[in-house]
């Protein structure tokens, strides 16, 4: 720790820190109501509050780049030239961070062709010399050289900005092996990845320090490099210029002009107001009180009336009565609720209005229960926060939940479904401006409880209430008529589960590991050696050292070996290693679904997934524990894991029932395109009329690769395929996908016209929307960077079919479930996977549940095409295939 007798200077590397604080925290998960991205700067104010609190410096300064280009990059044009294109996301940070950093009144040095780093070792070195304690905050390890007796490094571990290493002299040259002003002669040697600065070949850390141990300077060692024997020595003699520039480069400079004294950057109290403005408009809520504390500035909150969550009272059946009665009459938007489930059964019910709240013990046997489950089977209006698990929890008890009108989850989401407001803590922040008061789960006994039952109840109605009034009406409307119903019918078919055979998925899944086991053999055969198959860094030096194959797309690690790259790789320089590390890869992939399939076979011999309505941006469901969706379509294999979901003890068959080409008629729909609407008119096979249309022949005449590229340029223009991505998929020329776009566009123009109104539309509105008024914000559609404003125009495109689709898929899954039990039918749904139903049906009720499923999919939304649906009967999964 510095010595309190002297003042302490710290100095922080801005750019270097942001922009590992940028990578450390999910992008997605700070981002403002207006859609700036905010995750670099949060990660760096937080490690500088937590840094002002343990080391409280006397005199603060934040460095930062002003630019790649420097005096060094004159000096050698590929310094840093290896950097990617900074992320889109992290531009325009910088500036609001700096912002903060003036309404924290800290100094912010920049200088033109001079790098942050430069800035440091000239005020680090003056520090010193000027009898200060000095502390350096940066990621960059060319500041190891500055390390001295008087100053410290704060180096940042691999996980981010959270923790930092302190370098001191001896913690250098434990680490390093020699002392800090030696580094920069390991780095010339070694070389810098991150600056594109490279070193001799096979000379690591550890030879280099050999070296300069052996001959105390970097100098003498070059100059005596003749005494160097083996390949390492020719490599040094063949480098001694890169070396020489290496460490020309990474030397920094001490004597930079500045422009401050030491003494004009002594901390500084806070200017509150401004703190206040610039965190409110980056909803810096939780930060803001952490800033105030560390800085001893007083009250961080805004003058406003301190709100505390009533204490709930526990009335005897009489008083629930009464207080249910006088809700009903005062609360129009519904009684906040919360059920606190343990161990998948209702604990506790808590209910509020925004005056209060009251709690009751689940207790069949209390007077209350005679009073609060007929209200909670009622129509009476309700609010939930994340209604599933609490209906599911009820409906094991024998309760249906009615009445349910708003869900605070499900709103959060639909408001902001490219953000994760997941929880009741995330909406009471975000728009009570409050914090929820929650137990510290780290604590085996926690200081604070946290919100009880009935205040859950009490920030979910008032949050229930602010949501309501921020959402559309058309949002609002989505809310009501598709996510709310779809609760039940979800709920349903979790409870319910799936029968799965554990034998067929065991056995497969021996079989696969054999599988597996021999084409290992194989592929080691045909390099000669034994790898691990599944370590990208021992599949790099097969691939691209031993075979010298086409090097992939760059990545951080080196050259990528993900499947989708290796198959490409395989179509370019095909050679058989390939081919058996892709089969072996998928053959290890389909086992690992099998065995998480089979893990999740519950005592009943049935699998209960868990539905997630927020899964996604565009609407359409996910699943979890296990994942259903990522069982494979269409392959040998698939249909043997789908064989293992059978039909249930006590039930007959199953139905299957999808969609036939769902999104190519809501694409004409939309599009109104006069062509694409007499095709599914006319009951022809969409694919062969198209066909026909584009290549001038009749149907009759068009052949299968005919109809194989309109059908990949069909389902390509719902996502935005160009020319060249057509060309890649069909494996043609670019010219004969560009003139098939053409010839297309000749027939069926209006879906040209639609598209591009779509994307010009976004643009303007900053979101789309599905025929069902279902938003999706796009904020990148106005971004300065080119690729990521093309990767959002495509999404545009395919946001309004794919999640119109999704929306039809739920309104026809609750509208089965609630025609099924309407009809007193034991048959029941088990699962929605993709735009496909299974339905477990019960003895002689397959023509009841086949027509209420065919007439409910037909008619969940009305389009100027009909919805065909396809329906299959089988004993299992595969078997019930069409």
């Known amino acids: 720790m510095p010595d309190s007798a002297k003042p302490t200077l710290m100095i922080v590397d801005g750019h270097s820190l942001a922009y590992r604080a940028f990578f450390a925290l999910p992008v997605e998960n700070f981002t403002t109501k207006d859609h700036q991205h905010t995750n670099a700067i949060y990660g760096f104010l937080s490690m500088l509050v937590n840094l002002i609190k343990a080391e409280r410096p006397t005199h603060l300064a934040v460095a930062f780049d002003t630019s790649r280009v420097s005096f060094r990059t004159r000096e050698y044009a590929e310094y840093k030239a290896n950097r990617s294109e900074t992320p889109a996301e992290f531009k325009g940070q910088i500036p609001l961070l700096q912002e903060c950093l003036a309404a924290m009144r800290i100094p912010v040095l920049q200088l033109e062709d001079i790098e942050a780093d430069d800035i440091l070792a000239t005020l680090a070195t003056r520090g010193a010399g000027e009898g200060y304690d000095v502390l350096v905050v940066s990621g960059d390890r060319d500041t190891i050289q500055l390390v001295t007796d008087d100053v410290t490094l704060l180096y940042p571990n691999v996980q981010g900005v959270s923790q930092l290493k302190r370098y001191d002299p001896a913690a250098v040259v434990e680490k390093y092996g020699l002392a800090p002003e030696q580094y920069p002669d390991i780095a010339a040697l070694v070389g810098e990845t991150s600056d594109n600065l490279p070193g001799v070949p096979k000379v690591g850390e550890k030879t280099a320090v050999k070296w300069l141990t052996q001959f105390g300077t970097l100098d003498d060692l070059l100059a005596r490099a003749d005494e160097i024997k083996g390949v390492v020595g020719g490599n040094l003699r063949e480098h001694l210029d890169d070396v020489r520039r290496n460490r020309s480069l990474n ?11 030491l003494d004009e950057l002594v901390t ?65 938007g519904g009684v906040g609720v919360t059920v606190d489930v343990a161990g998948g059964l209702p604990l506790r019910v808590g209910l509020s209005t925004t005056r209060g709240a009251v709690e009751v013990e689940w207790d069949p046997e209390a007077t209350t229960h005679s009073v609060l489950e007929p209200w909670l089977s009622s129509e009476a209006p309700k609010v939930l926060h994340d209604a599933k698990p609490q209906v599911k929890a009820l409906r094991r008890v024998g309760v249906r939940l009615g009445g349910v009108v708003f869900d605070t989850l499900l709103a959060g989401w639909l408001l902001r479904p490219n953000l994760p407001d997941k929880t009741l803590a995330h909406l009471v922040d975000r728009y009570l401006h409050e914090r929820l008061p929650e137990a510290d789960p780290n604590q085996l006994v926690p200081e604070s409880p946290g919100a009880t039952v009935g205040q859950l109840a009490w920030y979910t109605v008032r949050a229930g209430a602010e949501l309501h009034d921020d959402m559309p009406e058309s949002v609002r409307a989505v809310l009501r008529v598709i996510e709310i119903p779809s609760v039940g019918a979800l709920a349903d078919m979790e409870l319910t589960g799936v029968a799965v055979s554990h034998d067929k998925l065991s056995g497969f899944s021996v079989e696969l590991a054999e599988r597996a086991e021999r084409i290992a053999r194989a592929a080691y055969d045909t390099i000669g050696h034994e790898v691990n198959l599944g370590s990208p860094k021992q599949l790099q030096e097969v691939l691209f050292e031993e075979l010298q194959l086409p090097k992939t797309r760059k990545t951080k690690t080196g050259y990528s070996t993900d499947a989708a790259v290796l198959a490409d790789l395989q179509q370019s320089a095909p050679h058989p290693f390939l081919n058996l590390l892709l089969e072996h890869r998928e053959a290890t992939k389909m086992r690992q679904i099998i065995e998480s399939l089979d893990a999740a076979i519950a005592a009943d011999g049935r699998i209960h997934t868990t539905y997630l309505q927020t899964g996604s941006q565009t609407g359409r469901l996910s699943s979890t524990e296990p994942n259903l969706q990522n069982i494979p379509v269409r392959t040998e294999e698939s249909r043997r894991i789908r064989a293992a979901f059978e039909v249930g003890e006590g039930y007959e068959t199953l139905l299957t029932a999808d969609y036939s080409q769902i999104e190519m008629r809501i694409m004409a729909h939309l599009s109104e395109d006069p062509g694409l609407i007499e095709a599914f008119r006319s009951g022809e096979d969409l694919h062969r009329f198209v066909g026909a249309r584009v290549f001038g022949v009749d149907p009759g005449e068009v052949t299968a690769p005919m109809r194989t590229k309109v059908k990949a340029m069909s389902y390509g223009l719902v996502y935005g395929l160009s020319a060249f991505g057509l060309s890649k998929q069909l494996r043609i020329e670019q010219s004969e996908a560009k003139e098939l776009m053409t010839e297309y566009f000749a027939r069926f123009g209006a879906v040209r016209d639609y598209l591009r109104a779509s994307v010009s539309q976004a643009k303007i509105d900053g979101y789309t929307e599905t025929i069902f008024g279902r938003r999706r914000p796009f904020p990148d559609l ?3 960077n080119r690729v990521l404003r093309e990767n959002a125009e495509r999404a545009a495109l395919n946001a309004p079919i794919q999640g119109s689709a999704a929306d039809i898929m739920k309104i026809a899954l609750f509208r089965i479930d609630d025609a099924l039990r ?43 095409v009909p919805l065909d649906v396809q329906i299959g009967r089988g004993g299992n999964w595969d078997e019930a295939a069409h």
């Open 822 to 864: 309407a009809q007193g039918l034991r048959s029941r749904i088990l699962m929605q996977i993709h735009d496909e139903l299974v339905v477990e049906v019960a003895p002689g009720e397959w023509d009841a549940a086949a027509e209420i499923v065919r007439n409910r999919m037909g008619d969940a939304a009305d389009l100027s």
């Open 251 to 261: 030397r920094l400079l001490t004597d930079v002009e500045v422009g401050v004294q």
């Open 268 to 332: 500084r109290p806070i200017d509150a107001q401004a703190v206040r403005d610039v965190f409110a408009r980056l909803e810096f809520r939780t930060l803001m009180p952490r800033v105030f504390e560390a800085t001893g500035s007083g009250e961080a909150s805004e003058p406003e009336r301190e709100v505390e969550a009533p204490q709930p009272d526990r009335p005897d059946a009489a008083g629930l009565e009464a207080w249910l009665r006088d809700a009903a009459s005062t609360e129009v």
């Open 782 to 784: 106005s971004s300065p």
